[in-house]
């Protein structure tokens, strides 16, 4: 017969006497509460730890007596399955309410009509007293939760009110980049209460994704047709594939080669040689019979160039073309082409270094990647200093530009500084 195995006794703790070891512990330390009540050091170590753990937790329902529970391998029962604690977070106004309540009634009655944890209450009370000594912040100071909601709102609807076009994520994202962290379905709530109805769009999914490896890599050209009081208007938009960096732009109210031909070689000029270009096979980039002006240019540059059939493979052009139109031509009206010009060249500008980029993980702006900038200002981002107002500006030594260009345009040389034209010499003899 085997033999008996004698069970461990475990001594029983009231609730009176574990808050008592629990105040003195928080008073004087572990070591000497435990000699001056006669508790085991680690069982006392192990309530102080659930004190600091859940400082805000929601109150427990007393029991008469709080034992010591042995281990399951010396009692032969299984573990029951534990209820997992949730945290409530008290504003500063309910904390000094639930205080000045146990200052009148104790701790067991303020936990009682206030549904909080007598081991919070404690915490508090020990905050309060440093406070007073002038050793820490008080727990029952801090913003108001009302006037930080407002402000919340504030913010979320000044975004929104300053580029219309914008829906709650981009929103978010916005905001995100100046530090200021608020969840997508809060930003959508405020901005529905203030009258935003999402747009319906259509989508088109695909699985063929691609991106450029480096910044010139690749680059997309499409035009964006629109008519302005009657009159057309197509606008030619360069964009980088790497960065979403629109390198150029040009309005004519034809698809006309002079304007491609114009366009690009600013770009060239400001911004450096791409590799590759990718359009659409549109009149004013190819020629079905012979070769292009435009293509003659790239030729001469060493650039090759992409013809694509289908407009998916130049889909990040055209995601940005429907963006364009939903944040710019749907949003304002425009008299004429002169005024459609300059908000157009504001809210380019804008894009490249303002508008944050789902493509781009959220926080990033085109010209962050395109210049090189990911790690400084991820890095300014998550140090706090995203409302700062230089965090959008490109510092010129950060930027990878040629300083100083000498160029020959039929014949004639030019010398360029930061692409900027400086002096045309007249042609060669």
């Keep these: 017969m085997a033999a008996s195995v004698k069970r461990r006794s475990y001594r029983r703790y009231t609730v009176e006497e574990k808050e008592e070891a629990i105040a003195t512990g928080?008073?004087?330390?572990?070591?000497?509460?435990?000699?001056?009540l006669s508790v085991p050091i680690s069982t006392l170590v192990r309530w102080l730890a659930e004190v600091r753990r859940f400082d805000e937790t929601p109150a427990i329902e007393s029991a008469p007596e709080v034992a010591e529970a042995p281990h399951p391998e010396s009692s032969g029962d299984e573990p029951s399955p534990k209820k997992k604690k949730v945290a409530r977070h008290y504003t500063p106004s309910e904390k000094a309410v639930i205080l000045e309540y146990a200052a009148a009634h104790g701790v067991s009655a303020a936990q009682k009509k206030h549904v909080a944890s007598r081991f919070a209450i404690y915490d508090w009370q020990r905050k309060l007293k440093a406070a007073?000594?002038?050793?820490?912040?008080?727990?029952?100071?801090?913003?108001d939760p009302d006037a930080m909601r407002e402000q919340r709102d504030r913010e979320i609807l000044n975004e929104w009110r300053r580029h219309r076009g914008l829906g709650p994520s981009q929103i978010r994202n916005q905001l995100g980049r100046r530090g200021i962290r608020i969840g997508v379905s809060t930003v959508r709530r405020v901005m529905e209460d203030a009258g935003y109805r999402p747009p319906k769009v259509r989508r088109h999914e695909h699985d063929e994704r691609f991106e450029a490896v480096r910044p010139n890599h690749l680059w997309h050209l499409d035009f964006l047709h629109r008519n302005i009081n009657k009159?057309?208007?197509?606008?030619?938009?360069?964009?980088?594939?790497?960065?979403?960096f629109i390198t150029g732009h040009g309005v004519d109210d034809a698809e006309r080669a002079d304007m491609v031909l114009e366009t690009f070689d600013k770009a060239v000029t400001r911004y450096g040689r791409p590799e590759i270009v990718m359009?659409?096979?549109g009149s004013a980039f190819w020629s079905w019979r012979g070769i292009s002006r435009f293509t003659r240019l790239l030729e001469e540059l060493g650039i090759d160039q992409i013809a694509v059939k289908h407009k998916e493979h130049n889909g990040k052009i055209e995601v940005f073309n429907a963006n364009l139109a939903k944040e710019l031509f749907d949003v304002h009206r425009f008299y004429d082409l002169a005024e459609m010009r300059r908000r157009l060249a504001a809210h380019l500008d804008w894009y490249n270094?303002?508008?944050?980029?789902h493509a781009l993980g959220g926080l990033l702006v085109p010209a962050d990647r395109f210049y090189g900038r990911?790690?400084?200002?991820?890095a300014r981002?998550?140090?706090?200093a995203g409302q700062a107002p230089d965090l959008h500006a490109i510092d010129l030594r950060d930027r990878s530009l040629d300083i100083f260009r000498i160029v020959q345009r039929g014949g004639v040389p030019e010398l360029w500084l930061m692409g900027r034209k400086l002096l045309s010499l007249g042609p060669l003899t």
């Design 132 to 143: 007073l000594e002038g050793k820490g912040p008080s727990p029952t100071s801090g913003p």
């Design 381 to 384: 981002i998550e140090a706090g």
């Design 26 to 36: 928080l008073r004087v330390g572990p070591s000497a509460a435990s000699a001056e």
């Design 279 to 281: 359009h659409d096979r």
């Design 231 to 244: 009159a057309s208007a197509f606008t030619l938009l360069l964009m980088d594939d790497h960065s979403r």
């Design 374 to 378: 990911i790690d400084e200002v991820m």
């Design 353 to 357: 270094h303002q508008r944050t980029s």
